[in-house]
Structures are given as C-alpha cells and as structure tokens.
C-alpha cells in the first residue's frame, strides 16, 4: 500500500515570497504523484503530476515540484506568492496498472500574507 | 468546458430523509469514484466502479449506496442522512496514468 505525509496542516507566506509545501511518500512500486488544489467550497483541481518521466515536474500557476527517489519526496514550490494562491493543497499518490486506488494527504492550508 | 459535474452544488436535507446527489462525465473513463471531504480533512473514498463493478471502502457505511448505470452517469444516495453526514461529497473520475479528474462537488447539509 502506499501513502503520502504532508509536514504542515498550515503555512503562512508573505506575498513574493517563496511557497514550499512538503510531501514525503511510501510506496513500495514506483509511484505517480500529484498535487491538487482546492479553493473553498470547490472540487480539487490538478495542479501537475508525475508518472515517472522528468523528476521536475512543471504545472499551472507557476508551481512545480521536484521527485526525488533517494529523499521519498515531493515537494512542491512556488518562487514567488500571489494572494490567489491561498487555497488548500493535497499531495496524493497511486501506482501504474489498472485501476489503483489515490490516496491522499490531509492537506496543507497555505495562507499568504500582503 | 467542465469534464465532471456534480448536481445540485448545495443540497440541503432533513435528518432521516433520503437524499441522491448526481454526476456524469464526459471523459469516457471507465473509472468512477466518490469520496467524502468533512471541514478541513483530506477527501476520504467511500466506493469505486471500475466500469460496473461496484467496490464499496471496508469502512463505508450501509446508509450510503451507490448506483451507475451507465459510463457517463453515477449516483450517490444516503438513505438516512444524519448530522455527521454534513459534508462535501466530490465525485471524480480516473485516467489510465491515475489521474483523478474532480466535479465541483456537493455541499450536502444535514439539518
């Protein structure tokens, strides 16, 4: 079975700076790993996602993440803070073949402070 | 062009009285899932269908059922909804690769 931690059920970041929101998985297959948002009272949207080609993965609104085998991590990131990124961000995790089941993290609410 | 829709967006219900929240795609994704999202959790799977095959989570209550019948369209009915059912029900579907494609989803309110 496989499962991702997110560190931190809340972040705090000052507008242009910097968003690093952290995810460490267990798998004991190679995983495929992505990371949704969900802005309030709305359904996750897919932010990007990695199935095992380029370990850095670039997604929409500027965010990326890096997969990193030897660290079981994927931390995602941001250069540079909007005020429209404050939201809730779920790292999650399956495996390749067939159906798998996606399980997710409990999530990290990112604040971002003018 | 929205790919997963959910009906109603709010719902609100009765204690004890059934209630049937609705999704359909057009993915064409033999996969379907609905997961249940309480205030400030993570989604938690209740069941699955791979085409028609039903596959209910271990620790899904009896209350909730399902019903698909057919590739674009699938139900979630609570038959006795109770308080703790207040909740965000998101419907989604799966891509080959695992990735999970989310309705807006349903505020359900259980008064």
């Known amino acids: 079975a496989q499962s991702v931690t997110q560190l931190g059920s809340h972040v705090s970041v000052s507008e242009g700076a910097l968003v690093l929101l952290r995810c460490n998985y267990s798998?004991?297959?190679?995983?495929?790993l992505f990371w949704y948002v969900q802005y309030p009272n709305q359904g996750l949207q897919l932010l990007l996602k990695y199935t095992s080609a380029a370990t850095l993965v670039k997604g929409i609104n500027g965010f990326e993440a890096e997969f990193k085998k030897s660290e079981t991590s994927f931390h995602l990131t941001k250069p540079s803070a909007h005020m429209s990124d404050a939201a809730e961000y779920f790292c999650a995790v399956t495996v390749s073949g067939g159906y798998q089941k996606v399980t997710f993290g409990t999530g990290t609410k990112l604040q971002v402070i003018p | 062009d929205a790919m997963v829709i959910q009906n109603p967006r709010y719902q609100v219900t009765q204690f004890g009285k059934p209630v049937t929240l609705s999704c359909s795609q057009t993915l064409n994704h033999n996969v379907m899932y609905w997961y249940q999202q309480k205030s400030s959790q993570a989604p938690k799977l209740l069941f699955h269908?791979?085409?028609?095959?039903?596959?209910n989570e271990a620790d899904t209550p009896d209350n909730f059922q399902s019903r698909r019948p057919n590739t674009s369209f699938c139900f979630l009915d609570i038959r006795s909804p109770g308080l703790g059912d207040t909740a965000m029900y998101l419907c989604?579907?799966?891509?080959?690769?695992?990735?999970?494609?989310f309705g807006q989803g349903t505020r359900l309110t259980v008064v």
């Open positions: 269908y791979y085409d028609k095959d039903f596959n």
């Open positions: 989604a579907t799966s891509s080959p690769t695992g990735e999970a494609f």
């Open positions: 798998s004991s297959v190679p995983p495929y």
